[in-house]
């Protein structure tokens, strides 16, 4: 473990001599643009709820008019932020490395810093589509401020509820963007996982998947984590302060 303010040196040359790298990112990837986490005390209207059980079927089942504002509240803080310099190190990782960005997040960041995202394991806070048919919906009006409780607009093709294009605990991941991370954690010189719990499954098991294969894995978080013991290298750093180091430290002219 490193919680030095440089990045390791064995990392720094793993990722210098790499060609492949397979990159999985969570919600501490996005914190720092102020996106909280799934894990930080939640806030405001919903502080009363935890996460986990907004973010499933039944709640959506049972009360949809209590759930849905709680999305469109995410979705305009989305919106409302920039990415931030993690985000913009790995689009720029991406100049001189074949990157394969897996993203549990639900956001759009690395979008916007300009990388190409190869599986949005969790899917998108701000693709929406009908709960019944599954047709894909404009994106609805996100008011400046949350409210307690509002109606889902319908489906204009069944009249059917509009629901996030989210993953909600307890559905499945869809098939492509898994199968697609799944070979990108196959086949790959270095992993850097930045930012996630590793408690959320399948998505946690890509890396250890990768180190059982003998892929060196480096984690970024500052915290300890369910994968912690399982990586070669644990760098105890932000998304923000640690990745534009290491890219720039692994990408400089020697
Ligand atoms: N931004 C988003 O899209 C967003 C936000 C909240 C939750 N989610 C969803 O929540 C689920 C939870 O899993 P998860 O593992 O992604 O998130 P998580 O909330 O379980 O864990 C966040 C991790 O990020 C670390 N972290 C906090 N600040 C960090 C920083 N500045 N730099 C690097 N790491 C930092 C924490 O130590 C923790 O390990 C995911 O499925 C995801 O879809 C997404
Ligand atoms: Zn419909």
């Given at each position: 473990?490193?919680?030095e303010?440089?990045?390791?040196?064995?990392?720094v040359?793993?990722?210098?001599a790499?060609?492949?790298?397979?990159?999985?990112?969570?919600?501490?990837?996005?914190?720092?643009?102020?996106?909280?986490?799934f894990?930080?005390?939640?806030?405001g209207?919903?502080?009363?709820?935890?996460?986990?059980?907004?973010?499933t079927?039944?709640?959506?089942?049972?009360?949809?008019?209590?759930?849905?504002?709680?999305?469109?509240?995410?979705?305009?803080?989305?919106?409302g932020?920039?990415?931030?310099?993690?985000?913009?190190?790995?689009?720029?990782?991406?100049?001189?490395?074949?990157?394969?960005?897996?993203?549990?997040?639900?956001?759009?960041?690395?979008?916007?810093?300009?990388?190409?995202?190869?599986?949005?394991?969790?899917?998108?806070?701000?693709?929406?589509?009908?709960?019944?048919?599954?047709a894909?919906?404009?994106?609805?009006?996100?008011?400046?401020?949350?409210t307690?409780?509002?109606m889902p607009?319908?489906?204009?093709?069944?009249?059917?509820?509009?629901?996030?294009?989210?993953?909600?605990?307890?559905?499945?991941?869809?098939?492509?963007?898994?199968?697609?991370?799944e070979?990108?954690?196959?086949?790959?010189?270095?992993?850097?996982?930045?930012?996630t719990?590793?408690?959320?499954?399948?998505?946690?098991?890509?890396?250890?998947?990768?180190?059982?294969?003998?892929?060196?894995?480096?984690?970024?978080?500052?915290?300890?984590?369910?994968?912690?013991d399982?990586?070669?290298?644990?760098?105890?750093?932000?998304?923000?302060?640690?990745?534009?180091?290491?890219?720039?430290?692994?990408?400089?002219?020697?």
């Open positions: 473990m490193r919680t303010p440089t990045p390791d040196p064995a990392v040359d793993l990722l210098r790499a060609t492949k790298v397979t990159v999985m990112t969570g919600a501490g990837m996005s914190a720092e643009s102020g996106v909280p986490t894990r930080d005390a939640q806030t209207l919903w502080e009363e709820f935890d996460a986990a059980s907004l973010a079927p039944e709640a959506w089942e049972d009360d949809p008019e209590m759930v849905w504002p709680w999305y469109l509240w995410r979705a305009r803080m989305v919106r932020v920039e990415p931030n310099a993690g985000h913009l190190a790995l689009a720029e990782l991406a100049r001189h490395k074949d990157v394969r960005l897996v993203t549990q997040n639900v956001d759009d960041l690395h979008e916007r810093a300009g990388s190409d995202v190869l599986a949005h394991l969790h899917g998108s806070l701000l693709a929406f589509r009908c709960t019944d048919c599954g894909p919906a404009p994106e609805p009006e996100l008011p400046e401020e949350p307690s409780r509002a607009p319908v489906c204009a093709e069944c009249g059917g509820y509009v629901r996030p294009g989210v993953v909600w605990f307890g559905e499945s991941l869809a098939l492509e963007p898994f199968e697609a991370a070979r990108a954690h196959e086949d790959a010189d270095i992993v850097l996982v930045i930012g719990s590793g408690v959320v499954f399948p998505a946690a098991a890509l890396p250890i998947t990768s180190r059982g294969l003998g892929i060196p894995v480096v984690e970024i978080n500052p915290d300890e984590t369910e994968l912690s399982l990586v070669q290298h644990a760098w105890r750093t932000t998304a923000a302060a640690g990745l534009p180091l290491l890219v720039e430290a692994a990408t400089r002219p020697v």
